[in-house]
């Protein structure tokens, strides 16, 4: 899914942003030639203004702090099992995750779930950047964001600005 196929990938994204959006909300990919990966970062910009900036070099870093976070924690952490180790990564990704955290690899993931996936799943997922891909969908509809309304408070806040963001160019009033 990488730059071969992103040209692809975007026109099809596009082809899902719901039309009162379309115009305003653009997909942007930026590869690091000199990188070892050549990975960069994705952006989600609203009105050329970035909304979710997703840098792998950021995501990765972050990682390892949180993994050493996590190993400084644990009274008998030993180097040599592997199992912990894989265990410790994994949460540290899953924080990640939790707050936002993402790098470019993260975007190619979610994306190739989204285009597999029926949107109801979607929007029943967990995952903050699945959420906000569908929140974007013109599959939703305006009887589903008016149901949707009650839960937005328990969301992370990147999902309730993209969900005010929908609301407000479907005219779909969110104050009572």
Not at 16 to 41: K, P
Not at 117 to 138: A, F, V
Not at 167 to 173: K, L, P, V
């Amino acid at each position: 899914m990488y730059s071969a196929k992103w040209s692809k990938a975007k026109k099809r994204l596009k082809s899902f942003t719901c039309e009162s959006l379309r115009s305003r909300v653009d997909f942007q990919v930026i590869n690091y030639r000199r990188a070892h990966d050549q990975l960069g970062r994705t952006v989600i910009t609203v009105d050329k203004i970035e909304k979710l900036n997703m840098c792998t070099i950021t995501a990765e870093r972050e990682e390892y702090y949180r993994e050493r976070s996590i190993q400084q924690q644990l009274d008998d952490f030993d180097s040599e099992d592997r199992v912990n180790i894989l265990a410790i990564q994994e949460q540290a990704y899953q924080q990640l995750k939790e707050e936002a955290i993402y790098g470019q690899y993260d975007f190619f993931s979610a994306l190739e779930i989204y285009f597999d996936m029926p949107i109801e799943e979607c929007l029943q997922s967990n995952d903050i950047l699945l959420k906000i891909l569908c929140l974007l969908d013109r599959r939703v509809g305006k009887r589903t964001l008016l149901r949707m309304k009650d839960t937005m408070t328990n969301e992370h806040t990147l999902i309730q600005d993209f969900f005010k963001l929908r609301c407000e160019a479907e005219n779909i009033r969110l104050a009572v």
